[in-house]
């Protein structure tokens, strides 16, 4: 069993499988990874990019592989000492006809045996029958959908169903007898089999029976059905006549198909009808993505078995958890899974099999110590990192500097709260109206709030949450009272803003806050509970949808900071310390969590980000530039009825993104080895993603209603401004420009990869970052990887290495430095980094963490820390927002010239030590008088971070 120490993450799809999986393991091994990180593999919809549209969750996807070529992984890895880590999607399933499971719930409905496994809203319990479920898949209002005749009644594999282009929709069997009714009358041998569907029990009612029989009764009569259609033309050209009866140009054609519909367990319905009237839970406001009610231990135990299986058998060694957040429960959802692991693999540690969770953390917000995980995936790790590399004076000039360009006075706060709000008015409010109508049934009387003011409160609270959602069950005695906290100050704060009646929101805290009066029936306390629980289930979309996919695209002064779990107003000041304080916490309580810089989720990938911090060491540059580019590109701009197109805002976003992804050198130096900046792969990367980023926003355009003449005016803004025959002056300033920052961007990212390959923690590798890469939120960070290339370079680095002796290896490191736009330099930390950690796994793996400062003129632009266990102990190293120190932003920042004088002071325990450099094989000795030191001329001799092991 492999005990992980480093992952790598790698995106599956059909072009590449399980097998391609495989051959990358003795690269992954001698690069130093412990286990592979796997995307979902279980069956998911057909063609997709990504795998977490799970359409069986006991199968694996096909288009990935078969369950030998996952063994053949299995024993690969193994035979190489390392492991698997296997991406789960416990939240939520993909609708359609390819998932069984749902078909038969829009089969049989409420009496499906499937019915509770899916987060539909069937209505008040004590309802005469249940709601239908809404089902936004039609391009068009259902009455011109049946005009053109795009709806139309089908036999096809046995069984009548509703098809609507490549859509399927089953009917009810019990429905099936007024569709053979249609076609006069029946033949004999059918009119047995048509009496046993019209005895069938109804889906609701006092005549309903248990899921499991009625679907066996209607099974048995339509597997008769189809056998006397097979055998008998009679019995199939009825089955003809019956079927165009249904067709619009019969008379009366129309209004059977309508009346069919109509007694169907779901409703056919306009896509955009769905923030509105949707009644089943989405994963965010996808509605092909159901949300799954993971509580009932059943769902647990069927969706997991397979998985759970390959975890027993030793082919998956950890699993990390997609959307913690979705799930009702989060911390009863990991202790079963914690505890089915366990029966399944036996008593092992979070080293041995780990399960991470995706936990979007606040600055202020831990994760819940009783929770049974190894870590979140490391956001928070990633943004305090990044704060690292920017400079607070810089950053501040340059958001007054945005303000004045973008003409905007809005802070950053007020945009995410604009931003919640809107998500809340328009693509979640039927999951606001779901929660108004529970909580109106809780507090409902003759002095009561109206349901509007209630749903004004509800959102006011969310609009005001300060963290992704809380986790209030005072049932169980894990109940937080910082979550009770939290809400509180939700409740004041809306409170403050006026936008609720005070009523409302006293009403909402006594629900929320569980303040019963005395006395109350338990099933009055369970109706409280359960709106609680659903108050904060929701929380979680509110903040991804309004904070991440809004208002990060809306205020836009340094898109670095705009990342995932990011505050991009959060206080520079003492970065260090921040992040000093972060590793010593995880170090002590999640020394196992996972470390993440680049993931298949980030806006942008690390190394875009490293190169846009360098904006804050330029800032004045950087508005010059700016306000130069926006003159000469004028003529480019277009209209938008009466708007200028780009808007300043948008033009800004897009003036960023282009000196964070602009090629090294002007031609590519990235994942995919791009041509030339002003290629048609470049320009169309950059029209999807400036796209992409205008509908999220939702300022001009959206995804709901595409602005179509915005779009194609700011396509045509890029294309123009990307053409060197209509853009040369600019063009020309702007690969300027980006010379000046791009090397001390590429710093950046080396000391941010030296930082997360050794702090406390599971570092991990997204797929291709072992070069530089420059790419942007999905589907962008998800192009083919150059897995040759990289291979090639690992060869060269490592025989190189190995060959030579200690000159000659920090001649290496000194090439490398002086030639960083190849990429190397940044394999070459790496594999060194892995190399030490599998060498010190326990230094790694459980040291302590001690932070170490810096004396000297550069001390601010040193970030380093020690790491012991018993007596074997190791220093990190880094330089940080060094454009300011090597000036012309070509120079290394590295020798005695940017050094000198500068040194770290190590505590009285060092005093003595002699450490071995990873990246150079130099023996660095420290300095006893006047106390222990370390020269950083010595230590950042040849490259610009260090991994020092002290020698034994």
């Given at each position: 069993?492999?005990?992980v ?5 790698i ?8 097998g ?17 990180y ?22 694996l ?20 000492s ?42 008040p ?44 929709f ?14 006069g ?6 009119e ?30 339509l597997?008769?059905?189809?056998a ?16 165009a ?22 409703r ?17 406001t ?19 078995e397979?998985v759970l ?10 699993l990390?958890i ?5 799930l ?49 995936t490391?956001?928070?790790?990633l ?7 920017i ?5 501040e ?20 709260r ?9 693509a979640?409010g ?9 909580l ?18 509800i ?12 986790y ?70 509110v ?15 340094l ?10 107003d ?9 992040l ?18 680049s993931t ?64 090294l ?38 995804w709901?209603?595409?602005n ?5 005016a ?12 209509t ?82 290896r ?12 190849d990429?190397?330099?940044k ?15 326990d ?62 002071k190590?505590?009285?325990s ?18 006893a ?5 370390l ?12 991994i ?5």
């Open positions: 069993m492999a005990r120490r480093a992952t790598y993450r995106q599956l799809n059909s072009g590449f499988g399980l391609r999986v495989r051959e990358l393991v003795p690269y992954l091994e001698q690069l130093g990874v412990s286990h592979i796997l995307s979902p593999i279980l069956r998911a919809r057909a063609g997709s990019a990504h795998g977490y549209d799970v359409v069986d969750p006991n199968a996807n096909p288009e990935l592989g078969t369950e030998a070529e996952l063994q053949e992984l299995a024993a690969t890895l193994e035979a190489a390392m492991g698997a880590v296997l991406d789960i999607v416990p939240n939520h399933m993909a609708t359609g006809a390819e998932n069984a499971y749902w078909m038969d719930v829009l089969k049989h409905g409420r009496c499906s045996r499937y019915a509770d496994w899916f987060d539909i809203d069937w209505g319990p004590r309802a005469r029958r249940p709601y239908r479920i809404f089902l936004p898949v039609l391009g068009d209002r259902l009455a011109r959908v049946l005009q053109r005749g795009e709806l139309e009644l089908a036999y096809r594999d046995g069984e009548f169903r509703l098809e609507y282009y490549d859509q399927i089953p009917i009810d069997p019990a429905t099936v007898p007024a569709v053979l009714d249609a076609g009358s029946a033949p004999a041998t059918l047995e089999i048509v009496s046993a569907l019209r005895s069938l029990p109804p889906r609701h009612g006092p005549a309903a029976r248990d899921g499991a029989e009625r679907e066996a009764w209607a099974s048995a009569a597997a008769e059905l189809a006397h259609v097979a055998a008998s033309a009679a019995a199939a050209d009825h089955i003809e006549s019956a079927i009866a249904f067709d619009l140009e019969v008379p009366g054609g129309a209004k059977r198909l309508r009346r069919l519909l109509a007694a169907q367990a779901y056919l319905a306009y896509w955009r009808r769905a923030a509105r009237e949707i009644n089943y839970r989405r994963f965010f996808i509605s092909h993505l159901v949300a799954l009610r993971m509580e009932h231990p059943a769902v647990f135990r069927t969706t997991h397979r299986g390959w975890v027993e058998a030793g082919t998956i060694d950890g990390r997609d959307h913690v957040d979705g009702l429960d989060p911390g009863e959802y990991l202790e079963r899974l914690r505890a089915a692991v366990t029966e399944r693999r036996g008593a092992t540690g979070d080293w041995e099999t780990p399960i991470f969770v995706e936990k979007i953390l606040a600055r202020d917000e831990r994760l819940p110590d009783e929770w049974p995980v190894a870590g979140t490391g956001y928070a790790f943004n305090e990192v990044e704060d690292l590399f400079d607070p004076a810089g950053a000039r340059i958001e007054a500097s945005y303000r004045t360009f973008a003409r905007r006075e809005i802070d950053f706060r007020a945009v995410a604009r931003g919640k709000r809107l998500v809340l008015d328009r979640l039927a999951e606001v109206q779901r929660l108004t109508r529970h109106h049934e809780i507090v409902s009387g003759a002095d009561g709030p109206a349901r509007r003011a209630l749903a004004e409160a959102i006011e609270a969310m609009v005001c949450l300060s963290v992704y959602r809380t209030m069950n005072p049932r169980r005695p894990d109940h937080r009272p910082s979550d009770r906290a939290r809400l509180v100050r939700a409740l004041e704060s809306a409170g403050q803003r006026g936008r609720a009646p005070v009523a409302a929101l006293d009403a909402l805290r006594r629900a929320l806050l569980l303040q019963e009066p005395a006395g109350q029936p338990e099933s009055e306390r369970a109706r409280r509970l359960a709106f609680t629980q659903r108050f904060q289930q929701t929380c979680g979309a903040a991804a949808k309004g904070v991440e996919d809004t208002a990060f695209y809306v205020h836009v002064p898109l670095s900071r705009n990342e995932v779990g990011g505050e991009p959060a206080d520079l000041g003492d970065a260090v310390g921040t000093h304080e972060a590793n010593r916490r995880r170090a002590m309580h999640w020394p196992a969590a996972m470390l993440g810089a298949h989720d980030t806006k942008r990938s690390a190394d875009v980000r490293a190169r846009i911090d360098v904006l804050s060491e330029v800032a004045d540059e950087w508005s010059d530039r700016v306000r130069c580019w926006h003159r000469w590109n004028r003529d480019h701009r277009g209209q938008s009825g009466q708007r200028a197109v780009p808007d300043r805002n948008t033009e800004y976003h897009y003036y960023q993104t282009l000196v964070g992804v602009w090629p050198g002007g031609v590519g130096a990235d994942v995919n080895v791009e041509p030339v900046a002003g290629s048609d792969l470049f320009r169309q990367r950059l029209e999807s993603y400036m796209e992409k980023a205008v509908r999220e926003a939702k300022q001009h355009s959206n709901i209603e595409p179509v003449e915005f779009e194609d700011l396509r045509r803004f890029v294309r123009l401004t990307l053409s060197p025959e853009s040369g002056r600019f063009l020309a300033d702007l690969e300027g420009f980006v010379q000046r920052v791009a090397r001390p961007g590429l710093w950046n990212s080396l000391a941010r990869t030296a930082v997360q390959l050794t702090a406390p923690g599971t570092p991990d590798c997204y797929q291709g970052d072992e070069l530089w890469n420059f790419s942007l939120v999905d589907p962008d960070n998800r192009r083919p990887v150059d897995f040759e290339r990289r291979r090639q370079a690992l060869t060269g680095l490592a025989e190189a290495w190995s060959t030579g002796t200690e000159p000659d920090r001649e290496l490191a000194r090439r490398l430095a002086e030639h960083p736009e990429g190397r330099i394999m070459f930390v790496i594999w060194r980094a892995l190399q030490t950690r599998r060498s010190e796994p230094l790694f793996g459980g040291g302590d963490y001690e932070p170490i400062y810096a004396t000297g003129p550069a001390a601010d632009h040193v970030f380093a820390f020690a790491r012991r266990h018993r007596d074997r102990r190791a220093l990190t190293v880094v330089p940080r927002r060094v454009a300011s120190l090597v000036g012309d932003g070509a120079t290394a920042p590295t020798g005695p010239g940017i050094w000198r004088e500068t040194e770290l190590l505590p009285v060092l005093s003595g030590v002699t450490w071995k450099h990873a990246f150079t094989d130099a023996t660095v000795s420290t300095l008088a006047p106390s222990p030191h020269p950083l001329a010595d230590v950042f001799s040849e490259l610009p971070a260090a020092l092991l002290a020698a034994e």
